[in-house]
């Protein structure tokens, strides 16, 4: 009922910015929330950012400062904009879908992998 369609991802050095996408279809009641989560191998995977269609955000602690997520409701479409990158940041990062904020994601993406060299 949900695609999530994720682009952006990439290597780059630490202290670099990348900017990740991720285009939604479906039902508009299940893509209310749009969030990021990311893996780095040998962890679970972990909430970095949501963001609902009325704009209201959450962040992980360990972005907070540094990576921005924005939505455009008019193309369906979920912005990660990520500064000041470290080499812990090194995970592969997928778009999610749900319905609430704190709530679990129905859907996701296949995932795009960001690597960061130190």
């Known amino acids: 009922q949900v695609q999530l369609v994720e682009s952006g991802g990439g290597l780059v050095q630490a202290g670099g910015s990348l900017t990740l996408n991720c285009a939604a279809s479906?039902?508009?009641?299940?893509?209310?929330?749009l969030g990021w989560y990311r893996q780095a191998p040998g962890r679970q995977r972990e909430l970095v950012a949501g963001?609902?269609?009325?704009?209201?955000?959450i962040y992980a602690d360990f972005v907070k400062g540094r990576f921005t997520i924005s939505r455009d409701n008019t193309k369906n479409t979920v912005y990660l904009l990520m500064n000041s990158l470290k080499p812990e940041d090194t995970a592969v990062y997928y778009c999610?879908?749900?319905?609430?904020?704190?709530?679990?994601?129905?859907?996701w993406g296949q995932g795009t992998q960001v690597t960061v060299s130190s």
């Open positions: 999610a879908a749900g319905t609430e904020l704190r709530g679990p994601m129905g859907s």
């Open positions: 479906g039902s508009f009641f299940l893509i209310n929330v």
């Open positions: 963001i609902t269609r009325g704009g209201t955000t």
